[in-house]
Nanobody, 124 residues
Framework: QARLVESGGGLVHAGESLRLSCVIS????????MEWYRQGPGKQREFVAR???????DYADFVNGRFTISRDNLKKMGDLQMDTLQPEDTAVYYC??????????????????WGQGTQVTGSS
């Protein structure tokens, strides 16, 4: 079964950068979509960024050009480069991927998988 593991979180001062990574393990056929979400203290989980197989990207309005999502299909992983971090970016960041695995009877099963999250803390 596919698993996602995030890494790269930490404590940063306002204006600094972090790069989050999400690595997929397991025998998968592909991952058409990879996304990042975040959940701040006392808040609901919210969408951050998305990247498709073909490299099309989409970002939440609050990103405002500060974050860049990327992926490496051969390595089965994706990154979220976060620049100019602010205290309000403090949250647990989660990776989510749409996973394709061998399945029956169609030959392919597709389903979402979440990582366990990585903490990002921005201080003023």
């Amino acid at each position: 079964q596919a698993r996602l593991v995030e890494s790269g979180g930490g404590l940063v001062h306002a204006g600094e950068s972090l790069r989050l990574s999400c690595v997929i393990s397991g025998d998968i056929l592909g991952f058409p979509v990879m996304e990042w979400y975040r959940q701040g203290p006392g808040k609901q989980r919210e969408f951050v960024a998305r990247i498709t197989n073909s490299g099309n990207t989409d970002y939440a309005d609050f990103v405002n050009g500060r974050f860049t999502i990327s992926r490496d299909n051969l390595k089965k992983m994706g990154d979220l480069q976060m620049d100019t971090l602010q205290p309000e970016d403090t949250a647990v960041y989660y990776c989510r991927a749409q996973i394709e695995e061998p399945g029956y009877p169609s030959g392919i099963d597709e389903f979402p998988v979440w990582g366990q999250g990585t903490q990002v803390t921005g201080s003023s």
